[in-house]
C-alpha cells in the first residue's frame, strides 16, 4: 500500500509540477501575444488617423482651389482680392501654415504663411521642389477632390502638402490643364500636431524619426517619404504592453489558484471534487453559448443587449464615458447571391476576425445581425477613441476577402455615437448611433460619420418614407397622371407628360421631390420608372398621334438594363418608341458626359425622342445640346414666374428660344400659370407651352374625356386669342 501511495504521491507532485509550469508558459505566452497584437492595432489606427489628416489637407486645398471667383481674380492680377480671400486661410482661420499659388511658369506670385521660423515660403519651395509638383501633378485630372499630397523635409521638420489646380469650375472641361496654376497648402508635422494625433488612439509620445534605416523600421511604424520615394522618417511611438499590465493583475489569483489545486489534488474526495467542477463547467458553458454568436465566436444581440441595458454601462453614459459604433456590410448579398448561404456565412467569419483584431482590448465587439455588427466602448478615453476605432474599422474592409476561390470587395457603412452625460441613456445612444450608421448607408460614406442633431431632421423621416414607399410598391398604391403639353399658335394638344403621384395612408398625398430623392437612394426608382412607362403604354392606346413624356431619373440611366427594358415594356404593348420623349435633368451629363453620350445615342437609335428638363438652371451650355441628341428642350419654370415683370428674365427666355430655333430643337415653355405669360410666349414665338392655366395634372380617363370635348383640332381654347379663360379649360 506504501509503493502504491508512494507512486500515487510522485504522480500528483509531478503532475502539479507539470500544471505550474504550464499556466505559467501559457500565461506568459498570452500577455506577449497581447502585447503583439496591441501594436498591431495601434499601428492600423494610426495609419487611419494619418490618412484622416492627408485627406483634411486635400479637403482644404480642394475648396480654395475648385472655384471660380479665385480663378478669374488670379487671372485678373487682382492681388488684393487674392490676398483678402487666399491669404486669409493663413492669416486669420489658420486652416494652414503655408500657402503658395505656382504659376504655370513655374514662379510664385503669391505665398503666405503663419511665420517665417522655417523659412519664408518662396525659399521653401525652390525651383527643385517646385519642379517636384509639376511632376506630381502629372495626370492630375481638372476637377473637384483631385488633390493630390506629398511630404517633404523642411530644416527639423517635414511639411504635409497638397497640390491642386486653380479652375474655372464652369468651364473645367475645356480648359488646358497646362495654363492652370496649381495651390499648394501644407501643414507642418510638428510636435504640438502629433501628440494631437496619438491622443486620439491613446499614445502619448507619437514622434516622428527622421532619416531612419531600414533595419530601425519597425514594419509596424508608418514611414514617410519625399517625392522620389525616398524615406525621410517615420511616425513612431512607445509599443502599448497591456499583457504585461492584465499579467500583473493576474500574477496572485493564478498562484492562489494553483496552491488550491495543490490541496485539491492531496485530498481524498478528489472524484467529488472532479464532479463539482466538471458541472460547474457545464453550466459556465451554457451560459456563455448563450451569449455567444456560434457562426463568428463573438458576443451575440442577446449578450450585446444586456451589455447596453445593465447598470454598468448606464452608468458609464452618465458620466459621458460610453460610446457606441455600429458598422452594416455593404455588397453582403451579392455574395449569398454569388456562391450561396455557406459562403457567405465564410466571408462574416474571416470578416470578424479582421475586425476582431483592430479591436482596443477593452472594447466589447458583437455581431448583432446577418451582416450588422456594434462595439461598446467604456472608460474616460472612450469619447476621444471612438472616431479613431470607427475610421479604422471602414479602412479595415479596404482589401477584399477571397471565399470559395473567388474575391470578394465589400465595404462598410459605420456611424457612431458618444453619451453626452446625464440626457444620454443606454437607448438613445444605441439610436443616435444606428442613425448615424444609417446616414452612411445612404450617403455611400467612406468614412465613418458621428451621429450630430442634423440628422435627426430627415433621416429618421427619409427612413420611414422608405419603409412606406417599399409597401406602396409592393401594393401597387402608385398612380399616374398626365398633363398636356400645347402648341402656343393654336393651343391643339401635341403631347402629355406623365407624372407619378403617391397617396399614402401613413403620410398622405407625399409630393414627388420629397419621395423621388428617396427612391433613388433605396433603388425603389427602378420599379417606379417600370411602372410609370408600362402604365403610360396602356393609357396611350386611347390617344392615337399623341405623344407621352415621361420623367427619366440619372440613377435609372446608369442602369445597364434601362434601354433594354424600356424598349421590351414597349414591345409587349405594342408601342412604337418614338411615340416616347425621355425626359432628363442635366446631373447624369456633368458628372460622366461620356457615358450619358452613349447612353442616349442608343435610346435615340431605339427610336425614342430625348428632352431636356429644367433647363437654364444648372450648367446647361450650348455645348450640351451640340454634344447630346436632344429633340426638345423644356425652359424651367422658375424662368416663366418672371415673365413680363423682369427684363432680365424676358431677354433669357428670348434667347433661350431663339437658341432651339437655331439648333432645330423643339422648345417648350413649362410652369405658365396666367394669360399674361401666355400672351408674351406667343409674341416671342415660344412653340410649345404647358402649365395650370392650360391644364393641370389629371387621371387618363379625364384626359379622354377632355379629348373628346375638344374633337378633332384638339384646342384648348375657343380661338387662337387668350383673352380670358375658355370653356374648355380644366380646372
Not at 484622416?52 to 471660380?68: G, P, Q
Not at 450640351?624 to 427684363?647: A, H, V
Amino acid at each position: 500500500m506504501s509503493n502504491v501511495a508512494g507512486r500515487i504521491t510522485m504522480n500528483l507532485v509531478a503532475a502539479i509540477f507539470v500544471t505550474v509550469v504550464t499556466v505559467t508558459a501559457a500565461v506568459s505566452w498570452m500577455a506577449e501575444e497581447q502585447n503583439k497584437q496591441a501594436q498591431i492595432n495601434t499601428g492600423t489606427m494610426v495609419t487611419g488617423g494619418i490618412v484622416a489628416m492627408e485627406d483634411n489637407v486635400k479637403a482644404f486645398a480642394n475648396d480654395y482651389a475648385w472655384w471660380e471667383a479665385g480663378y478669374n481674380a488670379y487671372m485678373a492680377h487682382d492681388t488684393a482680392w487674392v490676398d483678402a480671400n487666399f491669404g486669409s486661410g493663413i492669416k486669420d482661420t489658420q486652416i494652414s501654415d503655408i500657402l503658395v499659388i505656382i504659376s504655370p511658369k513655374g514662379d510664385i506670385p503669391y505665398a503666405w504663411a503663419i511665420d517665417d521660423d522655417h523659412g519664408a515660403p518662396r525659399e521653401i519651395f525652390s525651383p527643385d521642389i517646385r519642379a517636384k509638383i509639376a511632376k506630381l501633378a502629372i495626370g492630375m485630372p481638372v476637377e473637384n477632390e483631385a488633390a493630390r499630397v506629398a511630404y517633404f523635409r523642411v530644416g527639423d521638420s517635414i511639411l504635409l502638402i497638397a497640390v491642386a489646380r486653380i479652375a474655372p469650375v464652369s468651364r473645367a472641361s475645356e480648359v488646358d490643364p497646362a495654363t492652370l496654376p496649381f495651390l499648394v497648402q501644407g501643414i507642418y508635422l510638428d510636435q504640438k500636431r502629433l501628440h494631437e494625433l496619438g491622443k486620439q488612439f491613446l499614445i502619448e509620445d507619437l514622434t516622428i524619426k527622421f532619416n531612419p534605416s531600414q533595419a530601425e523600421l519597425n514594419d509596424d511604424y508608418p514611414a514617410i517619404r519625399d517625392f522620389d520615394g525616398s524615406l525621410i522618417g517615420a511616425f513612431v511611438w512607445t509599443p502599448p504592453t497591456p499583457g504585461f499590465a492584465v499579467l500583473k493583475n493576474v500574477v496572485a489569483p493564478i498562484a492562489g489558484g494553483l496552491f488550491v489545486f495543490c490541496l485539491i489534488a492531496m485530498w481524498t474526495v478528489l472524484r467529488a471534487r472532479r464532479l463539482a467542477l466538471l458541472q460547474a463547467q457545464s453550466e459556465k458553458h451554457a451560459v456563455s453559448a448563450a451569449r455567444t454568436d456560434s457562426l463568428t465566436g463573438l458576443t451575440n444581440r442577446f449578450g450585446f443587449s444586456e451589455l447596453s441595458e445593465g447598470p454598468a454601462f448606464a452608468e458609464a453614459c452618465r458620466r459621458g464615458e460610453a460610446a457606441i459604433v455600429y458598422l452594416d456590410v455593404n455588397g453582403f448579398k451579392a455574395v449569398n447571391d454569388s456562391i450561396g448561404h455557406q459562403g457567405g456565412d465564410e466571408l462574416v467569419r474571416r470578416l470578424a476576425e479582421r475586425l476582431s483584431m483592430i479591436m482596443p482590448p477593452d472594447a466589447r465587439f458583437a455581431r448583432v445581425g446577418g451582416d450588422e455588427f456594434a462595439l461598446a466602448l467604456v472608460g474616460r478615453a472612450a469619447p476621444q477613441a471612438v472616431a479613431g476605432v470607427a475610421s479604422a474599422m471602414v479602412h479595415a474592409l479596404d482589401q477584399s476577402f477571397t471565399v470559395g476561390g473567388f474575391q470578394f470587395q465589400v465595404t462598410a457603412a459605420v456611424g457612431y455615437a458618444v453619451a453626452e452625460g446625464d440626457e444620454t441613456t443606454p437607448s438613445e445612444l444605441l439610436r443616435r448611433a444606428d442613425l448615424a450608421m444609417y446616414q452612411a448607408k445612404n450617403s455611400a460614406e467612406r468614412e465613418a460619420v458621428p451621429y450630430h442633431s442634423g440628422l435627426e431632421t430627415g433621416a429618421l423621416h427619409k427612413k420611414r418614407l422608405g419603409f412606406a414607399l417599399r409597401t406602396a410598391l409592393d401594393e401597387k398604391a402608385l398612380s399616374v397622371v398626365y398633363q398636356p403639353i400645347v402648341r402656343a399658335s393654336d393651343l391643339a394638344v401635341v403631347s402629355l407628360e406623365a407624372l407619378v403621384r403617391w397617396n399614402s395612408k401613413e403620410f398622405g398625398p407625399v409630393s414627388p421631390a420629397d419621395f423621388i430623392p428617396v427612391a433613388e437612394e433605396t433603388g425603389f426608382i427602378h420599379d417606379i420608372g417600370r411602372f410609370v412607362f408600362q402604365q403610360a403604354c396602356e393609357d396611350m392606346a386611347d390617344w392615337p398621334g399623341l405623344k407621352i413624356s415621361v420623367n427619366v431619373s440619372p440613377a435609372q440611366l446608369r442602369d445597364p438594363n434601362f434601354a433594354n427594358d424600356l424598349a421590351s415594356i414597349a414591345r409587349r404593348n405594342g408601342v412604337v418608341p418614338n411615340r416616347f420623349k425621355l425626359e432628363l435633368t442635366e446631373g447624369l451629363l456633368v458628372r460622366n458626359p461620356t457615358i450619358a453620350k452613349r447612353k442616349l445615342a442608343r435610346l435615340k437609335s431605339m427610336g425614342f425622342g430625348l428632352s431636356l428638363d429644367d433647363f437654364g438652371t444648372g450648367f446647361s451650355s450650348i455645348g450640351y445640346l451640340r454634344q447630346f441628341p436632344f429633340d426638345w428642350l423644356k425652359i424651367d419654370k422658375s424662368f416663366i414666374s418672371e415673365l413680363g415683370t423682369n427684363p432680365t428674365a424676358n431677354a433669357l427666355i428670348q434667347s433661350m428660344i431663339a437658341l432651339g430655333d437655331a439648333m432645330d430643337i423643339a422648345v417648350v415653355a413649362e410652369g405658365i400659370e396666367t394669360g399674361e405669360q401666355l400672351k408674351l410666349l406667343r409674341l416671342l414665338q415660344c412653340e410649345f407651352v404647358q402649365g395650370y392655366h392650360l391644364a393641370k395634372p389629371m387621371p387618363a380617363a379625364d384626359i379622354t374625356a377632355l379629348l373628346a370635348r375638344l374633337g378633332e383640332g384638339r384646342r384648348m381654347f375657343s380661338g387662337p386669342s387668350d383673352s380670358g379663360y375658355a370653356a374648355e379649360r380644366t380646372s
